[in-house]
Every structure is written in C-alpha cells, then in structure tokens.
C-alpha cells in the first residue's frame, strides 16, 4: 500500500493497517496509465447475409403474460421437478410430506415475488412484525414448508451425477 501511494505521489498520515484515516484518496491517483476504452467492433464476412430467426420461438396462441411463462415453463418441467425433488429427499433418508406440481408451481411463483419486494432475509416475510411480514407471501405458504422446499428442491437424480474425477463432470 505505502508504495502504490509514493508511486501516486500522496502523502499523509495512514493508519498501521495502511488505510488513509478519512478515505479520501480519490481513485484516479492510482491510475498507472490512461485506459481507451474505445472497442473496435469486427466485421464480421457476410454479416449482412444473416437471414435466420432469432429469439425465442413463441407459439400464436401466446397472448397473456401466463401463457408466455407456460411456453418457458411447461407442465413437464415442473412435474420433473416434484418428482426429483420427492427422489432426493427420499434419498438423503428425511421424514417428508411429498410435493407436487400444484407446490412447486407456487414455490416458483414466491419466489419470483419475493424478488420483486427485497428484504434482508427470506425468512422476514413471515415475521411476526407486521412492518416487515408480507401478507400474501405468508398467506399463500408456511414459512416452514417454504423452507424445506428451498433446502430440497432438485432438478437431476444425485444418484447418476458423474463424481468429480470423471471426465463427465461439468465443470
């Protein structure tokens, strides 16, 4: 720290741990050299021949918001997900009442409300202060329920996972 302010040429009285008392150094004392941040776009060959369709591919009968979700987010793919998600906990040998897509459904749905209306911690939307609980969330779900769903829901059979050594691992 003490050479990088010599070498930005500040003075001053710092604190053992190198930190300016006050905080007032302002960043560009510590540019080194000058940043283009210009960027040169390529052009790329035949880029105006590029005729294919891009975006998602949405049916004619999309016309509310739900049915568009319905197109991301079919029935198949929550059923998949009750059921690996009764599979997992069934695995890891948990005392549980199953799920089902009607739940996973509302989980999901929460879930997106919840990060619409940002508070500290998830758990505060059932707090028995009434400044912070939100009705409709703790309505709508046992805070407790809630909170085994997020601990457990899964979308693949751990059981077939590749282990980490195997070349089938994605990462």
């Not at 960027?39 to 975006?55: H, M, S």
């Not at 987010?73 to 059923?79: A, D, G, R, S, Y």
């Not at 009750?82 to 005392?95: C, E, I, M, R």
Request: overall charge negative.
């Amino acid at each position: 720290m003490m050479q990088l302010e010599a070498e930005a040429g500040i003075t001053g009285n710092l604190a053992p741990d190198g930190f300016d008392s006050e905080d007032e150094i302002p960043l560009s004392r510590f540019a080194t050299k000058a940043v283009d941040w210009r960027k040169e776009i390529p052009i790329w060959p035949n880029d105006e021949n590029f005729l294919a369709d891009f975006g998602p591919n949405v049916p004619n009968y999309c016309e509310t918001p739900l049915d568009f979700f319905l197109c991301l987010f079919p029935n198949e793919l929550f059923e998949h997900i009750a059921f690996q998600t009764n599979l997992y906990a069934t695995q890891v040998g948990k005392s549980f009442a199953s799920t089902n897509v009607k739940e996973i459904k509302r989980f999901i749905g929460l879930n997106l409300l919840m990060g619409i209306r940002r508070i500290p911690y998830y758990r505060d939307f059932w707090s028995s202060k009434s400044e912070i609980r939100d009705r409709y969330i703790s309505a709508a779900k046992q805070r407790t329920r809630f909170h085994w769903l997020l601990a457990n829901i899964h979308l693949n059979n751990n059981s077939v996972q590749p282990g980490r050594n195997s070349v089938d691992f994605p990462g």
